[in-house]
């Protein structure tokens, strides 16, 4: 199985601040990784699909890049409502697999 | 707007069944992969099952393979997910996702439902 490690597993951040999240894949993945959001007591919800591609809706704060087995997920701007635990996780074998989380926290 | 109603959770004991239901709305159903992704209490994600449009391809996790069976109904736009000889470890919360693309397996998840919570114990 390809394993995703995120980090950090947590963060905490002040209102406005820049928040980054690294994935590391165990093996070259090319793009197939996404981005989810989940807030507490809450479904997860896609932000970023295939590394970069912000889904429909989805603020811009949020954004995604990388490639092969390195990946960042970026909060250009840390809002209040965002708030949660976020997962990376790549499709490019089965299984698919989920990065641990990282849970991001106001400061 | 995609709606995706989960259903069929409760408490089953060590060796025993559920079936899970998921009614969707919104979309254009058959053209989807549907998938099972599980959360136990306090942990991470996992996919145990997907099934294609058609119905014809299906995936289970190893955990799972052989103890459940996914299946739809394209005429009622709903996915089961059957749950034998459960154990204590299958407890989660069970989320209904639908793909974002039409593939063999699920992908990228793009819409979940609320969850359904199953609690596998004596």
């Known amino acids: 199985d390809i394993q995703m490690t995120q980090s950090p597993s947590s963060l905490s951040a002040s209102v406005g601040d820049r928040v980054t999240i690294t994935c590391q894949a165990s093996q070259d993945i090319r793009n197939y990784l996404n981005w989810y959001q989940q807030k507490p007591g809450k479904a997860p919800k896609l932000l970023i699909y295939d590394t970069s591609n912000l889904k429909t809706g989805v603020p811009s704060r949020f954004s995604g890049s990388g490639s092969a087995t390195d990946f960042t997920f970026t909060i250009s701007s840390l809002q209040p409502e965002d708030i949660a635990t976020y997962y990376c996780?790549?499709?490019?074998?089965?299984?698919?697999?989920f990065g641990g989380g990282t849970k991001v926290e106001i400061k | 707007e995609v709606q995706l109603l989960d259903s069929g959770g409760g408490l089953a004991q060590p060796g025993g069944s559920l079936r899970l239901s998921c009614a969707a709305s919104?979309?254009?159903?058959?053209?989807?992969?549907m998938s099972w992704v599980r959360q136990a209490p306090g942990k991470g994600l996992q996919c145990v099952s997907s099934i294609s449009g058609s119905g014809s391809s299906t995936y289970y996790a190893d955990s799972v393979k052989g103890r459940f069976t996914i299946s739809r109904d394209n005429s009622k736009n709903t996915v089961f997910l059957q749950m034998k000889s459960l154990r204590a470890e299958d407890t989660a919360i069970y989320y209904c996702?639908?793909?974002?693309?039409?593939?063999?397996?699920?992908?990228?998840?793009?819409?979940w439902g609320q969850g359904t919570l199953v609690t596998v114990s004596a």
């Open positions: 919104g979309f254009t159903y058959i053209n989807y992969v």
């Open positions: 996702v639908k793909d974002f693309y039409n593939g063999d397996y699920g992908t990228v998840f793009d819409h």
């Open positions: 996780q790549q499709y490019k074998k089965l299984p698919v697999t």
